[in-house]
């Protein structure tokens, strides 16, 4: 079986569908192997050695995957032992010590706020911090550097908002905002709406228009969370067939 990168050739102007990677079919594969019992809760998932061989993939794409089974709740992995099979079917994606149902929710409350004190508050230091930050996410090709721009981008808004509360806020979850985001872009393509959402943000503070701050944020969180339900809720048919 092979699993390498491939792309379905569409006539314009229907939508060309997003690439699939190597590391989504391996795990699209393994997620639907457990969604179909051919792994039971409790079972042990083949050696890494013996993925790789089946599976005709390296071992970092495999090892991203079982991240990402992990992250969604399937598996855990127990050091010297294995991985194993712990849920049948994603519930609620854990990024670092938080579940992304709690993670989004205080997302909401802080950042959307943050957004229109920003707005109001922010300094020429601060737009020159942010459009910088911006310009380096639009044109980085690495999806590791760029998740840490993104983190270091919410921070700045935070930063802008002249309430040292509000960036502890995001202190705290900052690993587990890294961790959505590589999340969000190995599975959902999110990097390039990402930076769209961002350039409409920075584009609202440079202006001074808090409302405008605000619904940029809100609307760059509406889709993040949308990405997520679409991951957790994907269709059973793509699996059930096999990548």
């Known amino acids: 079986m092979n699993l390498s990168d491939s792309q379905t050739a569409v006539p314009v102007p229907v939508p060309v569908p997003r690439r699939v990677s190597a590391m989504e079919a391996v795990l699209a594969h393994l997620r639907g192997a457990i969604e179909r019992g051919e792994y039971a809760v409790g079972d042990k998932l083949p050696s ?13 794409v495999l090892r991203e995957a079982l991240r990402a089974l992990q992250t969604m709740g399937l598996t855990v992995s127990r050091t010297g032992k294995g991985t194993f099979v712990v849920a049948r079917a994603v519930q609620d994606p854990t990024f670092g010590d938080y579940a992304a149902r709690d993670l989004m929710e205080v997302r909401r409350h802080i950042e959307i706020p943050v ?44 930063q802008a908002a002249r309430n040292p509360v509000f960036r502890r806020v995001i202190e705290e979850i900052r690993d587990a905002l890294a961790r959505q985001s590589a999340f969000l872009n190995e599975l959902g393509g999110r990097r390039e709406q990402s930076d769209r959402e961002h350039r409409a943000l920075v584009e609202a503070l440079a202006a001074g228009r808090e409302q405008d701050a605000i619904a940029a944020m809100s609307h760059h969180l509406d889709r993040v969370e949308k990405t997520l339900t679409d991951i957790v809720r994907a269709a059973r048919a793509p699996s059930a067939a096999g990548p």
Do not use: I
């Not at 890494?48 to 970092?60: F, K």
């Open 48 to 60: 890494e050695a013996e993925l790789c061989r089946t599976l005709e993939v390296s071992r970092p």
């Open 115 to 158: 957004a229109g004190y920003a707005a109001q508050r922010r300094t020429l230091e601060d737009l020159d911090r942010l459009t910088q930050l911006l310009e380096r996410m639009e044109q980085e090709t690495d999806t590791t550097a760029w998740v840490a721009l993104d983190t270091l981008f919410h921070l700045s808004v935070a």
